[in-house]
């Protein structure tokens, strides 16, 4: 089947079934332009658990699904591919475990330890984070839940991503080490996990410096998953619905030089607006997922395979609504 003829056979499958496409922004443009809605993973889990479908097809990675699923249990949730974000991956409740034990070692108490878990985690390691009673955050909200855990006057134990963890630390004046880097953890406000975002790794300072010598007005926009010295150099550090909203505003004139996943970056804005690296920064599992898989779920649902369905046990998703709960309640 052509493009064409594959995008029709889906919309009379998808409204036939009932079934609702929510896709993130840094999917493929052929899968985005599909959608029903398209947001960042929080708005996508907040759209989806409202939505009166019965059936939800997610195109975006493994816990963003997950949250849906979270927050909607009734709900059947189905990826086109069960693509898994890198990050995410990097952090199970094995290894969640393992640092707590490190931290224990180093003389911090258990009941002193308030774990913070980034959305980009399993619903097994949010589970364990809302049992320690800590918070889900998200990386517009993170600095919000930060300072609210430390009314906890505990040590902030921030999982997965090693980064978003030090620009929140930077941005409120606080301390902050990476799990294993040799620093003594009691000296510091917010103990990250050494865990990144591999795209979000490609931006470096010398990307800043090649642009802002080019074009001397230049706007660098760059998200908190960056490197903390690519924070600190830039115009504008956001989440991706908030570096959308930035970059929107300005003035079509305005050069701006962006450090977040490509198919977004290239969707967002066509005049004046580059790359922050000479390597293309695509999510390589965001980018699994094509419209020959969506077509192939939807059929999955109408022949009842129920393929790539989304599951999660009730103790895991009871916890796991907890800590995400916390962070709404916020
Ligand atoms: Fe995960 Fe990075 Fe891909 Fe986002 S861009 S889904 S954080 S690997």
């Keep these: 089947m052509n493009e064409i003829v594959l995008k029709d056979e889906i919309i009379k499958l998808k409204k036939a079934l009932h079934v609702s ?30 939505d009166e479908n019965p059936y939800l097809l997610f195109c975006g990675v493994g816990f963003m699904g997950q949250s849906v699923k979270i927050l909607a249990p009734n709900k059947r949730v189905f990826m086109p591919k069960i693509a898994c974000c890198a990050m995410a991956r990097m952090i199970d409740v094995g ?28 619903a097994e390691v949010k589970a364990r984070v ?10 517009s909200n993170a600095k919000k839940i ?30 902050s080490c990476v799990v294993g880097d040799g620093s003594d953890p009691k000296l510091s406000d917010i103990i990250c996990y050494n865990g990144f975002c591999s795209v979000h790794q490609l931006f470096d300072v010398e990307d800043i410096a090649f642009y802002r010598e080019k ?12 490197k903390p010295e690519v924070c600190a150099l830039s115009d504008f550090v956001g989440s991706t619905s908030q570096i959308i909203d ?9 050069k701006v030089a962006i450090g977040t996943e490509y198919n977004m970056v290239k969707r967002l804005r066509s005049e004046n607006t580059y790359i922050l690296s000479s390597t293309k920064p695509e999510c390589p599992t965001m980018n699994e997922t094509t419209l020959q898989d969506v077509y192939n779920a939807l059929k999955s649902i109408q022949e009842e395979r129920f393929e790539n369905e989304i599951t999660i046990s ?4 009871k916890w796991a609504f907890v800590a995400l709960n916390r962070m709404f309640e916020l």
């Design 21 to 50: 496409i929510v896709a993130h922004f840094y999917q493929k443009d052929e899968v985005f332009e599909l959608a029903d809605f398209a947001g960042d993973s929080l708005q996508l889990a907040q759209w989806a658990a409202k």
């Design 95 to 122: 290894y969640f475990d393992q640092n707590v034990e490190i931290l224990k070692n180093a003389g911090i108490k258990e009941e002193d330890i308030l774990p913070v878990t980034y959305i980009n985690s399993s």
């Design 130 to 139: 809302g049992m320690m009673g800590g918070y889900v955050c998200t990386s």
């Design 146 to 175: 930060i300072i609210e855990a430390r009314k906890s006057n505990k040590k902030i134990l921030f999982v997965p991503d090693r980064c978003l963890g030090q620009n929140i630390a930077i941005e409120m004046g606080l301390t």
């Design 215 to 226: 074009y001397p007005d230049i706007l660098i926009v760059t998200h908190p998953e960056c």
């Design 246 to 254: 930035f970059v929107q505003k300005l003035p079509k004139e305005q």
């Design 314 to 317: 009730e103790e895991t998703r």
